[in-house]
């Protein structure tokens, strides 16, 4: 059987779409106007609602709308140890000829939502490394990008965590 598809729902405000009623079915997606972002829902879902990126429904069918996030570049990475979050946009770059010694960039859980995946990708063939860290509970290395090498590696959130799901060296 195939999903029904449709256009977004126009909501007034936002509180107009966090009163309306939860959907059993999860191709459903929002537009308030006062916010103008596309929300998705996802039915019985309980992830901590932020009124930005996650909405709690007030009624109907249990679940939460979640924004819809694009997935475009965010500001370059520099030669800096540095957090960065899904607020700086969900695709990172570090640019050929940035590294000046081995750094470490920090996966920060603010605003990241179940499901949302982070792209970084490494331009840079300098001779230092690129240790990726989750900045979840669960804390850790996710992995170690290796010197002289181009990469391209992918994280998913699940709420609580980032994990490394794939990615892989690029050609030089």
Not at 9 to 27: D, V
């Amino acid at each position: 059987m195939a999903l029904e598809r449709r256009a977004a729902r126009i909501f007034p405000t936002l509180a107009t779409l966090k009163a309306s009623a939860g959907e059993r079915l999860s191709n459903h997606y929002a537009i308030p106007l006062d916010q103008p972002f596309l929300y998705r829902w996802v039915p019985d879902d309980t992830t901590t609602a932020d009124d930005v990126n996650v909405l709690a429904a007030t009624g109907g069918y249990p679940g939460r709308w979640h924004r819809v996030r694009p997935s475009i570049d965010g500001t370059d990475l520099t030669d800096a140890d540095a957090s960065i979050g899904v607020g700086g946009n969900l695709r990172r770059t570090l640019p050929d000829s940035t590294l000046t010694a081995n750094r470490t960039i920090t996966l920060a859980t603010t605003n990241a939502a179940d499901g949302d995946v982070l792209t970084i990708v490494r331009l840079d063939a300098e001779a230092y490394t690129l240790q990726i860290d989750n900045g979840g509970a669960g804390g850790g290395t996710l992995c170690t990008l290796a010197a002289s090498q181009r990469w391209e590696v992918n994280f998913l959130f699940d709420g609580t965590d980032w994990s490394l799901i794939g990615g892989g060296q690029l050609p030089s």
